[in-house]
DNA sequence: TGATAATGGTTGTATAGTACAACTATGAAA
DNA sequence: TTTCATAGTTGTACTATACAACCATTATCA
C-alpha cells in the first residue's frame, strides 16, 4: 500500500496525452489508402499473414470485444475483401480468407504503407533504432500492465 | 520519388499497433476516477496549470477540432467542474476555469493518476527512465510529422 | 444418453469521440 | 461602413467500442 504524495512525473503524464493524439492521427481521416483504415489494414494484415484466420483469434489479436471483431470485418465483407467460411471441425467457428479483391487491395495498402512506415524511419538516426523500437516496447508494456492493473486500486 | 519496393519494417507496424490498443485502455472504461475520463482529466489538468484557458488554446493542445473540443468540455461545466466565463478583451473568446469542486476532483484524481504513473514508472528500470521517455517521445514525433505528410503521397 | 455448461459468433442498444459544414456573434481592416 | 476574419456552438453523421442477450454448436458429466 503506497503513500499517497502527489507526485507525478509530468514526462509520462503528457508520452501518454500525445500518445492519444498520434494514434487519433493514425487512425482517422478513415481512408488511409484504397479505401481501407488502419485497423482494416491491420485486419487484412493478419489474414494475409496467417492464410486463414478464426475470428477468435482475431478477436485476441486486436484485444476488442467479439462484438467489436465482428464489425470490423464487416465492412471488408461487404467490399469482397475477406470471406467468411465455416470451419469444417467445428461449425460454429468462422475463418477468414482473403479474396482475390482482398489480396490485390493488400498488396497496394501496403505500399502506400511503405510511404507512411519509411516516413517515420526516416525520421528516427540510423544507429539509434533498435535502441529506439525497444524503448518503445518497454514503455508500451508498462502502460498496458499498469492499465490492466486498475488505475485506481488501492 | 522514392520507389516501393514493398519492404516494410514490420516493428515499426506492430508498434503502432499496439499503441492503438494501449491508448484504448486508457481511455475507455469511461471512467477513470471520480466519474472522469482520461481525455477529461488531460483537459481539467491544464486548466489548472494555467488557471484560466481560452477554449482555443485548448483546441490547439488538445489537437482536435473546435466543435469536439466545445463537447470535450461540456460535461465538465454540466458536472459543475469547470465554468465558461466571457473574455474581458474579447467577447467572443471564452475562458475556461476551475470550479471550487472542479479544483477538488482535480486533486482527487490527480492522487488517483499517481497510482497509474507509479504503476508504469515501476516497469520502467531506474537508470534506463530517462533514455526509455526520450526515445518515445522521438517515436512520437516521428510518427506525428509521418501522418501529417500524407501517408500516401508519392 | 440426456441435461447442463461452455464456446464461437452475431445482433441489439447505447455511448464517446470525432470531423465537417453551417451558423452566430463579434472584432478587424479596407 | 461594408467586407473579411475569428471564436465558439450546433446540426449531422460516422467509427469504434462495450455489454448484454441471444442462437447454434460442442463438450462434459451424472
Known amino acids: 500500500m503506497k503513500k499517497h504524495t502527489g507526485y507525478i512525473n509530468r514526462d ?3 508520452l501518454v496525452s500525445e500518445l492519444c493524439q498520434v494514434v487519433r492521427f493514425c487512425r482517422q481521416d ?12 491491420l485486419i487484412l494484415d493478419e489474414v494475409a499473414k496467417k492464410g486463414e484466420l478464426k475470428m477468435l483469434d482475431l478477436h485476441q ?8 471483431t465482428t464489425r470490423l470485418v464487416n465492412p ?7 470471406e467468411r467460411k465455416m470451419s469444417d471441425h467445428d461449425s460454429r467457428a468462422v475463418n477468414l480468407r482473403l479474396t482475390q479483391a482482398g489480396r490485390k487491395v493488400h498488396k497496394k495498402v501496403w505500399l502506400c504503407l511503405e510511404g507512411f512506415v519509411g516516413a517515420i524511419e526516416g525520421r528516427i538516426p540510423e544507429r539509434k533504432k533498435k535502441l529506439v523500437y525497444d524503448a518503445v516496447k518497454l514503455f508500451i508494456d508498462a502502460v498496458k500492465k499498469a492499465s490492466s492493473a486498475c488505475p485506481c486500486s488501492e
Open 12 to 14: 509520462v503524464l503528457s
Open 30 to 41: 478513415a481512408t488511409f489508402c484504397e479505401d481501407v483504415t488502419f485497423t482494416q489494414f
Open 76 to 82: 471488408l465483407v461487404r467490399q469482397g475483401l475477406i
Open 61 to 68: 489479436i486486436l484485444a476488442v470485444d467479439k462484438s467489436t
